[in-house]
C-alpha cells in the first residue's frame, strides 16, 4: 500500500515489475440495452484502456429474484452475483450494463456497485441525460471508479478524484474525472505500458 496525498492507495495484486495486465474488459448487458448506449460505453472504455480487448458479451436475462415491485427497481447485489457466475480470470474485467433503475439495501438507488475484485454493474438508467456529450462524462466516471475498485484503488476524499464518492447526480456531475495520485501511473501498468 502506499500513501499518496493523505490517501491510502492500495497497490492493486501483483502489480508492478511483474506485469500485472489486464487484457480483457467484457461488457456484459443486463436484459435489453440500446446498442447505442453499449456503443457509448465502449467508446469511453477504449479512450481509457487503449491496449486492452473490449467484447460486447451476450446479454443475461434480468433475474426475476432481483426485481422488487413495491420499488419498481433491481437489486444490484442479485445482478452482480448473476454476473460473478460468468467466466473470466484475475486478467479480465466484467462490467454488467442495464437500462433499469438498481439500488442496494439500505439505499434509494446506486448508480453501480463492484464486488472490488473483478465485477462491476452500472445502471444507464439515472446517468442518462439529454445531452450526450454530459451523459458520456458520467458513464466514464462511473466505470472508472468502479474499474478503479477492482485494481484494488480506494475511495478518495478530495473531490477532483474519479474515486470520490457521489451519491447524487450533482455530486456526481461536480466531481473530477481525473485518477489521482498514482492511480493513473497504476492504470498504464496495468495495460502494459510503462
Known sequence: MAVLAGLLIARPAGLGTNGYVVRDIRVIPFGLVPAGELEQIRLVLRQDFPRVTLRVGPP???????????????????????????????????????????????????????????????????LRSPDPAVSLVRYRKILRRQLGFTFGFQSSRDQACVMFYAATLVELDAKGSAWCGGEAGAIRRIQGLP
Open 60 to 126: 443475461l436475462p434480468l433475474p426475476l429474484a432481483a426485481f422488487t415491485r413495491d420499488r419498481r427497481q433491481f437489486n444490484v447485489d442479485v445482478l452482480l452475483l448473476d454476473l460473478q457466475r460468468q467466466p473470466g480470470g484475475p486478467l479480465v474485467r466484467l462490467v454488467g450494463v442495464t437500462t433499469e433503475d438498481i439500488y442496494a439495501p439500505g439505499s434509494d438507488y446506486v448508480f453501480a456497485t463492484t464486488d472490488a475484485k473483478r465485477d462491476s454493474v452500472i445502471s444507464l438508467a439515472r
